[in-house]
Structures are given as structure tokens and as C-alpha cells.
């Protein structure tokens, strides 16, 4: 009886940790040259990142994790090493329920890879009380001149690892670019440009201005020259969600020459901008005046929805792996 008592403790033991670990370990890897944040890039930049890209791995932990899952997430990264170059690897952390006490081992192996191969780690979405875990496991977070840098979400860390890249490629100089050199690269019939820049109105926007409001009538689309702008949805209980970041040779509002249906967002300026509307009533006189102008118009918008579509398909198949 003695013997089934403690035979029975320590099934009951091991069915423990077999639930609290099950389904412990990485929930999707994706790489940089599919896997984007929600910045809205300029064509030039979007090639350089589809170039460079893979620069970038994704890891979306989830479960909880101890020293088994993170060997498994070191064996991805090796092997990552060995396919392509890398220098940015980012974890997140929003599904992850715990951290064992094994894990330190895991972290501390993935640190010493980070150092001997020239990485850097992202840490994303990382909830107080597991930083609060990871720092009592020994884990330095965010240690000045370290390998490990914390970001609020993986959006965010994205985009830091993204401009370092274009930066490095010379692509986020501030060199001040005009509107048809902007547009050159990505409008279906370039020698139209010009002609599309007479029916565009300028519009200046300091830091802060709205240049659209969510719930407002849509009647025109913006180019966006110079300046960054951020899309924010606001929620219920005054809750605001960043939903894009856009610079310059983006464009936004493009649905407002389409439909009627209110703005679905808003879209603030975020530094001094400068931007170039088409209304609703000069696409139409452009629509007769000028049909083959206003063809590579609907030319432009498609291929940019499209492409926009595709995007957003590529992440929701990432997240389903």
C-alpha cells in the first residue's frame, strides 16, 4: 500500500508536468522577407527588404516553456544560420503561460549563440510578471551593450530591425524626394505622372494634424511626399490601435475615391508632412477628361490593394503554422 502511495504521487507528478508543458514551445517561425511589420513602405524600400528581409527570423513562442522547448528553439536558429545570414531574431512572448526553471539554461545557451554569431535579440510582448521570471532566472533584459533589446510588441521590433536594414542600405536618408520621383517607381505609366501632379491639391500638415478622421465621410485620397503618418482605430473605451505606419511614396485613403462608407480609421500626422490629395470631384472630371489618366489611376489603387491583400495573407498563413 506504501509503495502504491507513492507510486501514485509521482504519476499524478508527472501527468502535472506532462499538462503544464504540453503544447510548450514555438507556435510559428516566419522570416523577414515575408513576415513585415505594419509599416507602410515605399516601393524602392519594399524591394530592399524583400532583398534583405531574411536577415530577420520570427519566432512566436507559446505554452510554457523549460529547457526541451528552448533546445528546440536554438536547433531553428542553427539551422537558419546555416541556410542564410542572420542578425535579428525576434521572440515573442504573447502566448507563452510560464517559464520553468530549466529555462535558464535554454536562455542563457541562446544568449552565448546571440554573442558567438553577431545576433541580436528582440524580446516582444513580454508580460511584467514573466519579465519579472525571466530576470529571477539570471536573464539580463535590455542590458546596455548586451545582445538582448525588449520591445512592447513584435509589430514595434519589426520595424526597428527593418530600419536598421534600410538605413544601412542608405534607403531612410532624409534626402528630400519630390512626388513624381516618388511615384516614378511604382505608377503604371510613369510619363503620366506629370499630368496626375496638375490635378493633385498640396496640403501641409504639422505634427499631430488629422488629415483623416474615422467616421467621417471618405471623399479623397492622399500621396504622401515627405513626413510619416500612423493609422489609429479607435476601440471602445477609448482604446486606440495602431494599425499602420506609413512614410514617404505611401499612400492612404485611397478608398475615399471609391465609396462613400465612412473612414474606417484615422490617420494623424506624426511629424511635419506633406502630402498631395485627389478629391472625389477631380477624379470624376479626370474620369472625363482624361480616361487613360484616370485608367492608370484605378491601375495604381488595384495594385496596391493586391498587394496590400497578399501581405496580410502571407502573416495569417504564418500564424496558422
Not at 515573442?92 to 535554454?106: K, P, Q
Not at 541562446?110 to 558567438?116: I, K
Not at 519579472?132 to 519589426?158: H, I, K, P, Q
Not at 496638375?198 to 499631430?208: F, H, Q, T, Y
Amino acid at each position: 500500500p506504501v509503495l502504491g502511495v507513492f507510486a501514485s504521487l509521482g504519476l499524478g507528478a508527472v501527468l502535472s508536468l506532462a499538462l503544464a508543458v504540453s503544447g510548450g514551445g514555438i507556435r510559428f517561425v516566419q522570416s523577414g522577407d515575408v513576415f513585415h511589420s505594419n509599416v507602410d513602405r515605399s516601393p524602392a524600400e519594399r524591394r530592399i527588404l524583400k532583398e534583405r528581409g531574411g536577415e530577420i527570423l520570427v519566432l512566436r513562442l507559446q505554452g510554457f516553456l523549460f529547457f526541451g522547448t528552448l533546445h528546440g528553439l536554438l536547433g531553428v536558429i542553427a539551422t537558419r544560420l546555416q541556410a542564410q545570414p542572420l542578425r535579428f531574431v525576434l521572440l515573442d512572448f504573447g502566448a507563452v503561460s510560464g517559464l520553468g526553471a530549466s529555462a535558464a539554461i535554454g536562455f542563457r545557451r541562446l544568449e552565448a549563440l546571440a554573442r558567438q554569431r553577431g545576433l541580436q535579440l528582440y524580446l516582444t510582448s513580454v508580460p511584467l510578471e514573466l519579465e519579472e521570471n525571466l530576470e529571477a532566472l539570471g536573464y539580463r533584459m535590455a542590458e546596455a551593450g548586451g545582445v538582448c533589446r525588449v520591445a512592447l510588441n513584435l509589430d514595434y521590433a519589426l520595424e526597428s530591425c527593418e530600419d536598421e536594414i534600410l538605413a544601412e542600405a542608405g534607403a531612410l536618408e532624409h534626402r528630400q524626394e519630390s512626388l513624381e520621383e516618388l511615384l516614378a517607381a511604382s505608377f503604371p505609366e510613369p510619363a503620366l505622372v506629370p499630368a496626375l501632379l496638375r490635378c493633385l491639391e498640396r496640403v501641409e500638415a504639422p505634427r499631430k494634424t488629422r488629415l483623416i478622421q474615422q467616421g467621417d465621410a471618405s471623399d479623397c485620397m492622399y500621396f504622401l511626399q515627405s513626413g510619416r503618418v500612423h493609422v489609429e482605430l479607435a476601440l471602445p473605451g477609448g482604446k486606440l490601435l495602431r494599425l499602420k505606419k506609413m512614410g514617404p511614396g505611401t499612400v492612404f485613403g485611397e478608398m475615399g475615391i471609391y465609396t462613400s462608407a465612412p473612414r474606417s480609421a484615422s490617420v494623424i500626422a506624426t511629424e511635419r508632412c506633406v502630402a498631395y490629395k485627389l478629391s472625389v470631384e477631380r477624379f470624376a472630371l479626370i474620369q472625363r477628361k482624361a480616361p487613360q489618366l484616370a485608367a492608370a489611376v484605378n491601375r495604381f489603387v488595384v495594385a496596391l490593394l493586391a498587394e496590400r491583400v497578399a501581405e496580410e495573407n502571407a502573416k495569417t498563413r504564418s500564424a496558422q503554422l
